[in-house]
């Protein structure tokens, strides 16, 4: 089946400091979605990518999908105390059916002010 | 707008009993999923839901497991009998479905039912 791996698992740094956590699947990927969980929190969506090498921003949050559709990153610049959570990439096989999204393990984001 | 509605927030149970989780999606959101979040991991999606028909229940352990939208609206999820193993919190989501039979869009989560198996 899917497989999504994502790297660090964690991932300890300064305020100030910028962060980046990678996401690889083993299969081609129709879409990829990231989403945050603050600590004790649900997940909630931040953005979606659908299309081979898209790049897009949110603030301080730059996100990519891989030209071969199977990997993607986000990148936190000048990382703040509010960023602290797990940051977790998930997709949808590029199959074509009803298959549903399959999450990685996420990467834990700890900050020391 | 209301969020997905979960309930009991936590749950604390003997290993071999049963128990039932509600969810109530956002209004107007067609498809439905169900999750359980083992500590320290990411989601795992048990089944979802289009309207009141299973799209994917591929990765439900079937034996104990089952789960129920009947009218399409909200939906339970059914433990009988309990495993250790299925200590974890189990999530439930809804996305807005464009019509095609099923859903790549954003999906907006539960607040969860924390279950510990004793």
């Known amino acids: 089946g899917q497989q999504v791996m994502q790297i660090p698992q964690y991932q300890h740094v300064q305020e100030g400091e910028d962060f980046t956590t990678y996401c690889n699947s083993s299969?081609?990927?129709?879409?990829i979605q990231w989403y945050k969980q603050r600590p004790g929190g649900h997940p909630v969506f931040l953005i979606q990518l659908v299309k081979s090498g898209e790049v897009k921003k949110q603030k301080r949050l730059t996100f990519q999908f891989g030209e071969a559709k199977k990997n993607s990153s986000l990148h936190i610049t000048a990382t703040q105390t509010t960023d602290v959570g797990t940051y977790f990439c998930a997709g949808h096989g590029s199959g074509g059916g009803a298959d549903g999204l399959t999450f990685g393990k996420g990467t834990h984001l700890i900050i020391q002010p | 707008e209301a969020g997905v509605a979960q309930s009991p927030r936590y749950k604390i149970i003997e290993k071999r009993q049963s128990v039932a989780f509600w969810c109530n999606p956002i209004?107007?959101?067609?498809?439905l999923y169900w999750y359980q979040q083992i500590l320290g991991q990411g989601p795992k999606l048990l089944i979802q839901?289009?309207?009141?028909?299973?799209?994917?229940d591929s990765q439900l352990p079937k034996d104990r497991f089952s789960a129920e939208r009947l009218k399409g609206v909200d939906s339970t999820l059914k433990i009988q009998p309990a495993k250790l193993e299925d200590s974890a919190v189990y999530l439930c989501?809804?996305?807005?479905?464009?019509?095609?039979?099923?859903?790549?869009?954003?999906?907006?989560f539960g607040p969860g039912t924390r279950l510990t198996v004793l």
């Open positions: 989501a809804s996305s807005f479905s464009s019509g095609r039979g099923y859903s790549y869009n954003e999906q907006f």
């Open positions: 209004s107007g959101h067609a498809t």
């Open positions: 839901f289009q309207n009141n028909g299973v799209v994917d």
């Open positions: 299969t081609t990927l129709s879409n």
